[in-house]
């Protein structure tokens, strides 16, 4: 069974109780959030998790108002393929 819950500064996916992909993210003032890491288990890539994480921390930031720089190569790709996400990204 796979449950996605928020911990903290990150958002993460276990099955069976372990992590199998997780999404970090650390505050950068009052209103702005730094993902700085991405990680999907070797055996679970391919599944889109590390997408639905983003997801996660996208609608996490539009509910608390705030902005998102994605540090991490990973998120800052996403952030790049997907249009929808431009009101939330803090662009440098």
């Known amino acids: 069974m796979r449950d996605t819950v928020q911990e ?9 109780g372990s992590v199998i992909a997780e999404v970090t993210f650390q505050p950068a003032g009052d209103h702005t959030i730094v993902i700085d890491h991405t990680y999907v288990a070797e055996e679970m890539r391919g599944q889109k ?6 997801r996660k921390v996208v609608e ?3 509910e608390s108002n ?3 720089i994605p540090a991490c190569s ?6 790049r ?3 929808e996400y431009q009101d939330v990204w ?3």
């Open 60 to 62: 996490h930031a539009r």
């Open 8 to 16: 903290g500064n990150a958002f993460v996916i276990k099955e069976n």
């Open 66 to 68: 705030q902005k998102i």
């Open 74 to 79: 990973y998120a800052d790709a996403q952030f």
């Open 90 to 92: 803090q662009k440098a």
């Open 49 to 54: 998790l590390a997408e639905d994480l983003i």
């Open 81 to 83: 393929r997907h249009k």
